[in-house]
């Protein structure tokens, strides 16, 4: 039994993303000249050319047109900033079902017993396997005090390092879910 994969669409089209990047481009451009405009005007009433009721009345003007832009860029900053979020989750979620499907594989494989290899026994060496009784040929591997080892197979190995980079998938998402 295999997990089910995780579906992910996109809440925004292409040419939407596409069209607010380039608006905040345009929008960005606008608030750095009105920032210079209001700069000027700063400089203007400090240097004693306008007086405080003349600055008043042009900057009222840019502050209009800041909020506006300041509103615009909010929105389409939202619409980019969802676009990346949800490809980044989409790759989390391609990586997060690619790893569940070769854990499932190897657990399949390990049920059936295709990858299980049993140690060879030569029959004159009193039970033991070859490789044992050839690490030291006059006592067996392990002194009988000695608790055994257990053995960590590269499957096993392998298992755990995919097990590792799931959760860690599985992190990163949630991370992502909290901040969006």
């Not at 993303?17 to 210079?36: F, M, P, T």
């Not at 049920?111 to 030291?136: F, L, M, V, W, Y």
Request: aromatic share 2%; glycine share 4%; charged share 35%.
């Amino acid at each position: 039994m295999s997990a089910p994969a995780i579906q992910v669409s996109p809440t925004e089209s292409v040419e939407s993303v596409d069209n607010a990047k380039n608006a905040l481009k345009v929008l960005k451009l606008e608030r750095q000249i009105i920032g210079s405009a209001v700069t000027t005007i700063y400089e203007s009433n400090s240097k004693g050319v306008i007086n405080e009721a003349e600055r008043d009345r042009m900057l009222e003007k840019y502050k209009v047109d800041l909020k506006r832009l300041e509103k615009s860029i909010e929105e389409n900053q939202r619409v980019v900033d969802l676009h990346d979020l949800e490809l980044e989750r989409e790759q989390i979620i391609k990586s997060l079902n690619s790893k569940l499907a070769e854990i499932d594989a190897k657990l399949r494989n390990l049920k059936s017993g295709s990858t299980i290899q049993k140690a060879a026994k030569d029959p004159t060496d009193g039970g033991k396997s070859n490789h044992e009784s050839q690490d030291n040929p006059s006592q067996g591997p392990y002194n009988n005090n000695d608790p055994l080892p257990q053995p960590v197979s590269d499957s096993e190995k392998r298992i755990e390092q995919i097990r590792e980079e799931i959760q860690q998938a599985m992190d990163r998402l949630e991370q992502i879910e909290t901040e969006g």
